[in-house]
């Protein structure tokens, strides 16, 4: 292992040891850095880490979680140690990847996996923000749209949670990107006034609106044909409406599980209408090193062309993230949320 940068033992992490809600979140300062790199792995240093709300699901038990866990998805840092068979990674490289356990100073990572960028030595402290802000959800939008649904011109196109931090991205993509029709559905009109500032068409408030009336609304907008395709994160609550509102032969992605997860269901409800259905997730998108090249070039050619802008709702410090996901969990913020990692 080569590394110029003096390690420390010890580390700042948030972390927890059983499931429950954000009071089993505790923060340390004396949890160990991992000591055990392999030869083609490295040690990150991490700057800014991305909330998102998937964390919720392992902390609350919908998905298994080992213990103690750190949680965090997508990181971006700088690299301060490497195995000795690593040649693609130089101490001193800043980096942004998606990986495991960066809600911490320091994160192990095997170097040989696809998820990596090196930003080479020079990158600043803004371009790791953007990339630890825009990494996860940009490319879970952005393979979606091409992937799951191939989204075209004019399409009718449903967005849940239309203002949050992938929504916000699918608003933009879908609308002003793919130049289709977004139909949002948001809890706020001051959400909803988001929605439509990225690209959304029409705007449907679920706080206001009853499924069965968001679902009428839905099929006026769209001639009594319902939509092409729904991007669905919000799982229980709305699954039966999504099946309401879905055209003939239409598609819906059911990507999250923000009200809980869909419970099980008699498949012939999909054959009346000949839905597709599909529940895909990132990782499977990305997980070949050419995949994951192919989209992170059109999501940052996207951003620095200025054709999708990535909506930082607020940085907060790492000991900080049990108000930041009571905050995501409460339905408060909008866009992106952000972990900054003390030096
Ligand atoms: N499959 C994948 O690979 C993948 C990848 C990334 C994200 N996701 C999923 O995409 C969804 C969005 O993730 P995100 O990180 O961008 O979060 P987010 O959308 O910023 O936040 C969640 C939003 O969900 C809505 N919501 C509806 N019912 C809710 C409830 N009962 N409790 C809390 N929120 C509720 C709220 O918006 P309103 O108040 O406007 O309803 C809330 O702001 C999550 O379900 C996440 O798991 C999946």
Redesign the pocket.
């Known amino acids: 292992m080569s590394s110029t940068f003096s390690i420390p033992d010890k580390q700042a992490v948030i972390y927890y040891e059983r499931n429950g809600g954000p009071e089993v979140l505790k923060y340390s300062t004396e949890f160990a850095v991992p000591s055990d790199l392999s030869a083609t792995d490295i040690l990150i240093k991490n700057k800014y880490t991305g909330i ?3 964390e919720v ?1 392992f902390r609350n038990g919908i998905y298994p979680a080992d213990f103690p866990y750190i949680p965090g998805r997508e990181a971006s840092g700088e690299v301060v140690a490497v195995g000795d068979k690593v040649t693609n990674f130089k101490v001193g490289d800043k980096v942004a990847y998606l990986g495991h356990k960066n809600f911490a100073q320091f994160t192990k990572f095997d170097s040989t996996q696809s998820t990596i960028l090196n930003l080479g030595q020079n990158a600043t402290s803004k371009q790791l923000k953007l990339y630890a802000a825009s990494l ?2 940009g490319l ?1 939008a952005l393979t979606f749209i091409n992937e799951a649904y191939a989204v075209k011109e004019n399409d009718y196109i449903l967005v ?8 916000l991205i699918l608003d933009q993509l879908i609308g002003n990107v793919k130049k289709a029709h977004v139909i949002a559905v ?3 009109d001051e ?1 909803l006034a988001k929605a439509k500032q990225n690209g959304a068409e029409f705007l449907l408030n ?1 706080s206001e609106l009853s499924n069965d009336q968001l679902a009428e609304k839905i099929l006026e907008i769209t001639n009594g044909k319902g939509v092409e395709a729904i991007f669905d ?3 229980k ?1 709305t699954f039966d409406l999504d099946l309401k509102v879905i055209r003939r032969k239409g598609t819906l992605i059911s ?5 809980g997860a869909v419970p099980p269901f008699i498949i012939n409800k999909l054959s009346s209408k000949n839905v597709k259905l599909l529940r ?3 990782y499977g998108y990305v997980a070949e090193r050419p995949e994951f090249e192919h989209y992170t070039k059109e999501l940052f050619d996207l951003i620095n062309s200025k054709k999708l802008n990535i909506d930082i709702h607020k940085v907060y410090q790492l000991k900080d993230y049990p108000t930041a996901t009571k905050e ?2 409460g ?1 408060k ?1 909008t866009g992106k949320l952000l972990l900054e990692i003390p030096n």
């Not at 990507?255 to 009200?259: A, D, F, K, V, W």
Request: aromatic share 8%; no cysteine; charged share 10%.
């Open positions: 998102n709300f998937i699901y996860l959800q879970t849940t949670a239309a203002a949050g931090g992938v929504g948001a809890s706020t959400k679920s994160s919000i799982g609550d990507y999250g599980n923000s009200s895909p997730q990132l995501l969990e339905r913020t």
